[in-house]
């Protein structure tokens, strides 16, 4: 979101794609990954993840994996720097959750 | 047994895929496409289902790379031309596009505007952007070719008023038609556009 751009808020997306390729995956296990783990929540369209994956390997935060010739499909792995991009966006989610979590519980009692 | 159907859909995206997912219900698997013709073979009904994106905007290698990406996702793909074309050595200026895509060439990238994709039908929604900013973006390239062309019409038409350059009164009316009729898809995208970046001030 716009608004968070000082805050360094990932996407959605973003973040679960991170979190997809800790360790070498492909595109389609990258889909099944986020699937699974949202438990149907999250489906990401092919198109959304081909965008994702290529601004991700611009930025450096993810590097491709394995030999690209002879492999069939292609797979990913996260780097040193989106692994800290992710620790980040970890550390951000956690505040967050605190002070929800303080406000919500908070006023329910 | 091979079913050959001639149809011609223009620039209508949604008519074609509305169509092709007919075609699939009435048990047609789509095996060849060319210019003005789709070939099928008997399936099971409903066993496939279609998507059309549109990959005009990108480069000849771009759109490559995405069609094995979608086929890497288990998707069987196909090239679709927009216009009515048949040319071989011709070059096309597509200043709409992104990057090297800015530059049509046949053989490349001319006559293949279209990508339709093929899933086995599985209960999900066939969607293949899904994320606000990816829509914003997608309906964007599609609106900028529409844009481009009304511009250009737009243009023409102007010069031809202050005698720039010299059209008969047909020629200016037709240049008028073919303005008009891509100025109705430009609002329609520009819409989808607006409702989105509405939704995205409060969602992702």
Not at chain 2, 141 to 170: G, M, Q
């Amino acid at each position: 979101m716009r608004d968070n751009i000082k805050g360094g808020a990932l996407t959605e997306t973003t973040f679960c794609v991170l979190l997809a390729v800790y360790k070498p995956n492909h595109g389609y296990g990258i889909m099944q990954f986020i699937e699974n783990e949202t438990s149907g929540r999250l489906s990401l369209g092919a198109g959304t993840l081909y965008g994702a994956i290529n601004t991700l390997l611009k930025k450096g935060w993810i590097i491709p994996y394995g030999d690209e010739k002879n492999s069939r499909k292609k797979e990913y792995i996260i780097s040193n720097e989106g692994m800290k991009t992710a620790e980040k966006e970890l550390e951000r989610l956690q505040q967050i959750y605190k002070i929800a979590e303080n406000i919500i519980r908070g006023a329910k009692k | 047994m091979i079913k050959k159907v001639y149809r011609y859909f223009f620039g209508f995206i949604k008519a074609q895929e509305k169509w092709l997912n007919k075609m699939a219900a009435d048990g047609y698997r789509l095996v060849r496409t060319s210019i003005m013709s789709y070939e099928f073979e008997p399936c099971l009904k409903g066993e496939y289902e279609y998507c059309i994106e549109f990959v005009a905007d990108k480069s000849y290698k771009k759109a490559k790379e995405y069609r094995e990406f979608l086929e890497e996702m288990e998707y069987r793909t196909f090239t679709k031309n927009i216009n009515i074309r048949y040319c071989i050595g011709k070059i096309k200026l597509r200043l709409w596009a992104k990057g090297t895509g800015k530059i049509a060439t046949a053989p490349g990238s001319i006559n293949k505007e279209l990508l339709i994709i093929e899933k086995k039908r599985d209960g999900k929604p066939f969607e293949l952007h899904t994320d606000l900013q990816d829509l914003i973006d997608y309906n964007r390239s599609i609106r900028n070719s529409y844009l481009y062309v009304s511009l250009l019409t737009a243009f023409i038409l102007l010069c031809s008023f202050i005698k720039i350059i010299d059209l008969s009164a047909a020629g200016k009316f037709i240049l008028g038609i073919i303005g008009a009729l891509f100025v109705i898809p430009t609002i329609f995208y520009s819409k989808i556009i607006y409702d989105y970046k509405e939704n995205q001030k409060t969602q992702e």
